[in-house]
């Protein structure tokens, strides 16, 4: 038995009934662990789990020196930034060649998927016991996974307080990648904010690096690998949304001040200069 990001749907019979056996597998990767944490606790169940690796990320505080970090529970914006900054903080230790402005580069990266990513649990998810984040480095390869797992309400519920042409999860969340889509208030005292650029950005990232994800919400699974994408339908289904990416460091092409201008902020910058010669 190895559970990795490639292969999770084949193992969402393990969330369901009540189940507390999660057996010992030989391979487990981050996504598996930060699921059982949050079904867990959803639950209030004791879990039976023979695999190491995912106990200790169950039960490790966070120590700066390892490739892993611990599974840490994100309930309001206010926990993000130590969150983010813990699993940044790990990650990059463990890329001691990189020049310093690749290491900045690196950073920058890192840190704006995770604190986004993050953030749409805290703003979007309405769980009950917030969500749960984690990554994990691997040195034969060199490249990082980050998971977030919630046990909330998922994405079609969302969407729908601000959109009527999506009807199903699957469809939510080919929603949601779109850039500037999101169901809060993009306004925030009289300006505009940074509303809905998570889910796109991520995209944008691991298109560029060459990198890969996992959507999960409620009964739909999307998954984007190399350059394409499949779909499963899920029964039984999660109850509420997983996230999981792995990047790869030695794919990076693009400081990230690039990428902002010409991914994020394109549109906006040329609105200002339209604006500007009316």
Not at 134 to 158: H, T, W
Not at 253 to 264: A, E, G, H, P
Request: proline share 3%.
């Amino acid at each position: 038995m190895r559970v990795t990001i490639d292969n999770i749907g084949e193992y969402l019979h393990l969330f369901s009934e009540k189940n507390t056996d999660f057996g010992s597998p030989a391979w487990a990767e981050p996504i598996f662990a930060a699921m059982i944490r949050a079904y867990q606790n959803h639950e209030k169940l004791t879990i039976n789990i023979g695999n190491g690796y995912i106990r200790n990320m169950i039960l490790s505080e966070y120590q700066s020196h390892k490739s892993y970090s611990p599974i840490e529970c994100i309930f309001q914006r206010a926990d993000v930034d130590k969150i983010a900054n813990h699993i940044t903080q790990i990650m990059l230790k463990n890329f001691h060649e990189l020049s310093p402005k690749d290491q900045k580069d690196l950073r920058d990266y890192l840190q704006y998927l995770f604190t986004e990513l993050m953030n749409n649990v805290a703003d979007h998810s309405h769980s009950s016991v917030g969500g749960y984040a984690m990554a994990q480095y691997f040195p034969s390869n060199r490249k990082i996974q980050f998971v977030v797992a919630d046990r909330g309400v998922g994405f079609l519920r969302n969407l729908l307080l601000n959109f009527d042409d999506v009807d199903n999860e699957l469809a939510a969340i080919i929603k949601a990648l779109q850039k500037g889509i999101t169901s809060t208030e993009a306004v925030m005292y009289g300006a505009h904010k940074n509303a809905g650029f998570g889910l796109y950005a991520m995209y944008e990232i691991l298109n560029m690096t060459g990198g890969k994800f996992v959507i999960i919400s409620n009964d739909a699974l999307l998954r984007y690998s190399n350059g394409s994408y499949s779909t499963e339908t899920l029964s039984p289904p999660w109850n509420g949304v997983v996230v999981a990416f792995e990047f790869e460091e030695a794919n990076i092409n693009y400081d990230m001040d690039y990428f902002r201008k010409n991914y994020l902020w394109k549109e906006a910058l040329e609105e200002e200069d339209e604006d500007f010669y009316v």
